[in-house]
């Protein structure tokens, strides 16, 4: 991976799985030192720094990469890697860089997010051998995180299958949300939560805040238009909309809380009452829709896991799972404050049927049934 894996949930899930069906992990990437990559050390996973530096000048960036490249390949040689091992591969815009290093081995590409299928002129200049769909076709499988974006990836690419689907829900293991276990300015955090929450109906927003596609401002503004006893809590980090947001709506009915390494941010989640999602297309690329549209985002597991039912704009990801299950409305486009309004009170005033509805979605996804039917898939086919 590229990023730290305490930004990445469904890694971990991955990891905690992977252990569970008896597999011998090693994780290379980009990590910080918090209980869970403690915890992973504890049970066995091997932890390997080696990451794509982060620069500004095209020569640095250049340099980086070719750097990055050298010790992947040099890492791989030096592990002897045999037909019994396989890279799983997290995509991303390195894949240019290190196909060939992972294509001489056994490998699986997961796709996080939708990502495109053409890179731009320089990486083309650099390495003018990628082939997208050759290094899709190579894997022993390709992985996406729901199932419109699979069909919609096996047509672009013109695979010969579906890719397997591994939802981006949480596995949280027992113990690891425990008080004893977390670091001490969270506890104080959610202390000091409680006691600015009591007797409120909380509306929760958590993750990345990005002015372009996560749209938030709308919903501070429905907030403001609510009787007292609604808030808004808004977690998580990202570009600088988080604090033109925060001094433009911060106040004791709207609270802009920083990112909170999980599992412990769900101690927030289970303190609210309804969730938001909120997913806008960002440009006329074929990524900048697709990923929005059909968004597969694992705060709608971790929202569903309490039984907190869910608001977000109107986009064909979510509403027909609100649709199937039950568990949230989305409000129809254009989002404005009064439409968001009218929703989350429809929602409170019929909360128990929603809940109800959050707690079947969640309990109809089973994550490690789904890895390790593609375990087996891979190891029958050889």
């Known amino acids: 991976m590229h990023s730290d894996i305490m930004n990445y949930p469904p890694m971990i899930s991955l990891i905690d799985i992977l252990k569970e069906l008896g597999e011998d992990i090693v994780y290379i990437g980009a990590y910080s030192d918090t209980p869970t990559t403690r915890r992973f050390k504890e049970i066995g996973v091997e932890f390997v720094n080696i990451v794509r530096r982060k620069s500004d000048s095209k020569l640095s960036i250049l340099k980086a990469m ?50 495109r299928l053409q890179f731009n002129w320089q990486f083309r200049i650099l390495y003018p051998s990628f082939n997208h769909e050759k290094f899709a076709k190579g894997a022993l499988t390709t992985i996406q995180c729901e199932y419109n974006r699979a069909q919609i ?151 569903t896991r309490y039984g907190k039912p869910m608001i977000s704009n109107d986009i064909p990801g979510l509403k027909n799972i609100f649709d199937c299950y039950h568990c949230g409305e989305v409000v129809e486009y254009p989002l404005n404050p009064s439409k968001i309004v009218e929703i989350l009170l429809q929602i409170f005033n019929s909360y128990e049927k929603y809940s109800e509805g959050a707690f079947n979605y969640y309990n109809s996804v089973d994550i490690k049934k789904s890895i390790s039917n593609i375990i087996k898939k891979i190891e029958y086919n050889g």
Not at 77 to 100: E, H, Q, T
């Open 66 to 115: 070719f750097d990055y490249r050298r010790k992947l390949a040099s890492f791989f040689n030096s592990r002897n890697l045999s037909k019994d091992d396989i890279l799983w591969y997290v995509f991303c815009d390195s894949a240019p860089a290190v196909y060939d290093i992972i294509a001489k081995h056994r490998y699986i590409v997961h796709y996080y997010e939708f990502d």
């Open 153 to 303: 990836f096996r047509g672009l690419l013109g695979l010969n299958y579906v890719p397997d689907i591994i939802p981006n829900k949480p596995y949280i293991k027992e113990g690891t949300m425990n008080v004893s276990t977390m670091p001490s300015d969270i506890n104080i955090l959610l202390d000091d939560l409680k006691d600015r929450t009591v007797g409120r109906e909380i509306v929760l927003y958590q993750g990345i805040f990005d002015s372009r596609e996560r749209k938030l401002e709308e919903f501070c503004e429905a907030i403001n238009m609510m009787p007292e006893d609604y808030m808004l809590i808004a977690m998580g980090k990202g570009d600088k909309s988080y604090e033109m947001l925060k001094n433009k709506y911060q106040s004791n009915r709207i609270l802009f809380i920083p990112f909170i390494i999980p599992p412990y941010h769900l101690h927030v989640t289970k303190m609210s009452s309804v969730g938001v999602l909120s997913y806008s297309p960002v440009n006329k690329t074929i990524n900048g829709v697709i990923n929005p549209l059909y968004c597969a985002p694992n705060k709608i597991f971790e929202y």
